[in-house]
C-alpha cells in the first residue's frame, strides 16, 4: 500500500520531471547560449554603453537571476508550443518522451499551466531585469503559437530568429541592470545581425523532424523547398553571417577562427551525413557556432 506521504513524493518527483523534460532539448542552444551571451558581453559593458564592465564574480552573483530568467520565459514558450493537437501527434512520431504524447499530463493542465507562467515571468522580471525582453518575446511566444506564425515557413524561421534575439537580450540586461535600449545601440545592432543568423539557419533543426512534420501536415523549409536547397541556404547563412559579423566588429582571423571552424565542420556534417541521426548532430553543432559568433566582440575587445 502507497502511504499518503509516498504519494506526495511520487508526485513531487513526477511533477519536477514535467518541469524539467519541458525544457530540456533547449538547455544548450537557448539557455545556455542566452547567458553565455549575458555573461560575455557584460565583461564588456563599455562597449555597448551598458554600465561598467563587470568582473567575474559579480557576473557569478548574477548567474541564478539570468538562468532564471530565461528558464521560465522558454518553459512558458514550450508549454504554448506542445499543449496543441498538431503539436502532440508530431511528437508522438518524433519525440514520444515528452510530457503530452506520453500521457504524464493533460491538455487541460497543460492550458492552466500556460495561464499560471504568465504572472510567473513578470514577477520574475521584476525582480531581476529584463523586462522589455521579457515583453517582448511573450508577444512573440504567443504569435508564434497561438496565432499561426508557425504555420508560413518563413515567417518561422523569423520569429525564432527574433525570439532568439530575446533570450540573448534577456540574461544581458538582467547581469548589467541595463535595458539594451539605453545604450548607443551597438547592443542592438549586434543582436540584429544575430537574429538574422539565426533566421537564416534555423530550419536546421526541421531535417530530424521531417517525418513527423509530414505525419502533422506542417510545412517547413525542407519540406516546400526540398532538402538540397534548403541544407544550401544553411550554407550560405553559415558563410554570409560570419563574414558580416567580422566585418562588424572588424574581427580579423584570430578573433573568427572559432566561428569558422564550428561553421565549417556543421555546414560539413549537414551535407555528408542526412540520416535522422546526422541531421540531429547538425543541429547540435549550431550553438558551437553560434558561440564562435559570441566570442567574437570580447576577443576583438582583448586584442
Known amino acids: 500500500m502507497i502511504t499518503t506521504s509516498k504519494r506526495s513524493s511520487l508526485y513531487s518527483e513526477s511533477t519536477l ?18 547567458f553565455l551571451f549575458g555573461a560575455l558581453n557584460a565583461y564588456i559593458a563599455p562597449t555597448y554603453s551598458m554600465g561598467a564592465a563587470l568582473s567575474a564574480r559579480q557576473i557569478l ?21 506542445q499543449r496543441h493537437d498538431s503539436s502532440v501527434k508530431e511528437d508522438a512520431v518524433n519525440k514520444p518522451w515528452r510530457p503530452l504524447p506520453a500521457g504524464r499530463i493533460t491538455p487541460r493542465q497543460t492550458t492552466l499551466l500556460v495561464y499560471a507562467m504568465y504572472p510567473v515571468i513578470i514577477l520574475v522580471s521584476l525582480q531581476a531585469g529584463g523586462m522589455a525582453s521579457c515583453i517582448f518575446e511573450a508577444f512573440l511566444c504567443l504569435w508564434y503559437n497561438e496565432f499561426g506564425g508557425a504555420a508560413d515557413p518563413l515567417f518561422k524561421n523569423l520569429l525564432n530568429g527574433l525570439g532568439f534575439g530575446c533570450f540573448f537580450a534577456g540574461p544581458f540586461e538582467v547581469a548589467t541592470g541595463h535595458s539594451i535600449l539605453s545604450g548607443n545601440s551597438k547592443a542592438t545592432a549586434w543582436l540584429a545581425i544575430l537574429a538574422a543568423c539565426i533566421t537564416t539557419i534555423s530550419h536546421t533543426q526541421d531535417f530530424r523532424d521531417m517525418e513527423g512534420d509530414r505525419t502533422a501536415g506542417r510545412k517547413t523549409v525542407p519540406l516546400i523547398i526540398g532538402d538540397t536547397p534548403a541544407r544550401v541556404v544553411v550554407l550560405l547563412g553559415v558563410v554570409g553571417w560570419t563574414a558580416a559579423s567580422c566585418w562588424y566588429w572588424e574581427a580579423g582571423l584570430v578573433e573568427s577562427l572559432m566561428a569558422w571552424v564550428t561553421g565549417g565542420v556543421m555546414v560539413g556534417n549537414l551535407f555528408l551525413d542526412r540520416s535522422q541521426a546526422g541531421d540531429s548532430f547538425s543541429w547540435k553543432l549550431c550553438p558551437a557556432w553560434l558561440l564562435g559568433l559570441l566570442s567574437m566582440p570580447v576577443l576583438c575587445e582583448m586584442s
Open 61 to 81: 552573483s548574477s548567474s541564478p537571476k539570468m538562468l532564471l530568467w530565461s528558464w521560465s520565459n522558454l518553459f512558458l514558450f514550450n508549454i504554448h508550443n
Open 17 to 34: 520531471f514535467e518541469v524539467i523534460d519541458r525544457t530540456r532539448d533547449n538547455i544548450k542552444d537557448i539557455i545556455c547560449m542566452g
